[in-house]
């Protein structure tokens, strides 16, 4: 189980602690929150009443932020609490498409673009008062956009850069769909952490007879841009791996892509054992959806797929469809992006809770302590594999 470093306790915080989290993240904010308001009121601390840790003790860390926004559509960003010297972390969600404006008296859904204007409007706000601003954006704004192919534009390039450019001085996200956009500014901290640990924990919590070992399971890539992810999963769960690519036609583009025409199989034999895939986001769900078909034809055993972040985008019939037909087993996201109440409410689903998880790392950050620990998860995987295995 992660614990708090008793080295975090013994280093002076950066600055007195604020969470922002805006309106698309306000509720895994709260949980945030609410994890540092009980271990700081726990622990018996002897600088506690030093002036270096003014502040420390708190009953919320949350600071009043709001984005209102005027008829025709535009809006200000507005800071209720004084920031002065303050390390701010702010939390935004910009795949939380449930938030809605008025424009010209039409009911707008909030867009990506929306919650990143809405986020350098906070920053802005700020004013250039606090002591450190990070930036905790767990689904990468624009991180599909991340290379060139053709005339095209660098979106999460300049994204980074321009939030680097109003002050921010780290970026934490979750699972970045190709880390080396980080490249975009050397010059500043970016982090992109896996929850490889919170989604194994969902796994074994939810299903109890398992075999975790590579007779009976296998973890399966369901293209070569995933495959790191999933060779990191098989190493540390000690299983064999797999993966399928996507044979593309290149003479024509369909919704910004060029269309999938078949998934080749590139593994051991499946016939009957369990199946992990592994990718970094369901969005419309149709080439997981192609992939666990095309491992169900193979005759595999059960399958469960883990994703970072369930967007489903084209809705959840067909994965209803699936788990009815027996082609799934369960489906693992996590809560770092907007989760309707119909998908928490489908019986094949499984939350994994990554509240638990930013609160270490904003603790730990807090106190100016390296994160290395937090961000590999491999001892607390085998922690978690062994309790399993002698339950």
């Known amino acids: 189980m ?36 009980k271990w700081r009121h726990s622990i018996e601390l002897e600088h506690k009443s030093n002036i270096a840790f003014n502040g420390y003790e708190r009953d919320s860390y949350l600071i009043d932020a709001q984005v209102p926004r005027f008829g025709s559509g535009e809006a200000k960003g507005s800071i209720k609490d004084s920031v002065r010297g303050n390390d ?116 074994l919590s939810h299903v109890d007879d398992l075999q975790i070992d590579s007779d009976h399971m296998l973890v399966i890539s369901p293209d070569e841009g995933g495959m790191s992810r999933s060779v990191y999963l098989a190493n540390v769960l000690g299983l064999d ?39 970094d986001m369901i969005s419309s769900g149709d080439s997981m959806l192609e992939v666990v078909g095309e491992l169900k034809n193979r005759k595999a055993g059960r399958i469960f ?6 967007l489903f985008t084209n809705g959840l019939e067909r994965f209803d469809e699936a788990y009815e037909k027996g082609i799934i087993s369960k489906v693992l996201t996590t809560n770092l992006v907007y989760q309707p109440p119909e998908l928490l409410k489908r019986p094949y689903y499984i939350s994994c809770d990554m509240s638990k998880y930013i609160a270490l790392l904003v603790d730990t950050l807090n106190h100016d302590v390296s994160i290395s620990e937090l961000l590999d998860p491999y001892e607390r995987i085998q922690a978690l594999l062994t309790k399993y295995r002698n339950r």
């Open 2 to 37: 992660m614990q708090r470093s008793q080295r975090v306790l013994e280093t002076i915080p950066t600055g007195s602690l604020g969470l922002i989290p805006l309106k698309s993240c306000q509720q895994l904010g709260q949980q945030v929150n609410d994890y540092l308001v």
């Open 88 to 203: 701010l972390y702010i939390l935004v969600d910009v795949c939380n498409y449930s938030l809605t404006y008025k424009l010209y008296g039409y009911t707008n859904h909030m867009s990506p673009d929306d919650h990143f204007q809405d986020l350098k409007r906070v920053i802005a706000a700020i004013g250039g008062k606090a002591r450190r601003i990070t930036v905790i954006m767990p689904y990468l704004y624009e991180s599909r956009q991340h290379k060139r192919t053709a005339r095209e534009s660098l979106d999460c390039a300049l994204a980074l850069q321009e939030l680097t450019r109003m002050g921010v001085e780290n970026i934490i996200t979750f699972e970045a769909h190709e880390p080396r956009v980080q490249n975009a500014i050397p010059l500043h901290s970016f982090e992109t952490v896996t929850p490889a640990y919170q989604l194994i924990k969902g796994l």
């Open 241 to 279: 791996m797999g993966m399928f690519y996507k044979r593309r036609d290149y003479t024509h583009v369909v919704d910004g892509r060029n269309p999938v025409i078949a998934h080749e199989f590139l593994g051991t034999d499946i016939q009957g054992k369990d199946i992990i895939v592994v990718d």
């Open 305 to 310: 797929v883990f994703s970072t972040f369930g």
